[in-house]
């Protein structure tokens, strides 16, 4: 499976940006699909999960301002971003891995390549 992200860049404070991630193969309901991201000189970090029965979830920062959805047929993962802060400013990652969702970035079988989101205060 390959995940490639796309739809960073770089917006004001309260701005918005839809991040994209598209698999090369039916995910469906049978894989955990996540987003990650990695700020400068900080750890990677959880952001959000779409689990195999459709359930989400997310870190308490983003929590009602950004929205985890996926669109089986397209095969593709999407991350709508609201209400920007400077601090949301990282790497974001899409990851895909068989089955309920139960494991962090390192354990994620299918990793996309990073799409960079910049916001400036």
């Known amino acids: 499976v390959q995940l490639v992200g796309s739809g960073g860049g770089s917006v004001q404070a309260g701005g918005s940006l839809g991040l994209t991630c598209a698999a090369s193969?039916?995910?469906?309901?049978?894989?955990?699909m996540c987003w990650f991201r990695q700020a400068p000189v900080k750890a990677r970090e959880f952001v959000s999960a779409?689990?195999?029965?459709?359930?989400?979830s997310y870190t308490d920062s983003v929590k009602g301002r950004f929205t985890i959805s996926k669109d089986n047929a397209k095969n593709t993962l999407y991350l709508q971003m609201n209400s920007l802060k400077p601090e949301d400013t990282a790497l974001y990652y899409c990851?895909?891995?068989?089955?309920?969702?139960?494991?962090?970035?390192?354990?994620?079988?299918?990793r996309g390549k990073g799409t960079l989101v910049t916001i400036s205060s």
């Open positions: 990851a895909a891995d068989p089955g309920r969702c139960s494991t962090g970035y390192v354990g994620m079988r299918y």
């Open positions: 779409i689990d195999t029965d459709g359930s989400t």
């Open positions: 193969v039916y995910t469906g309901s049978r894989y955990c």
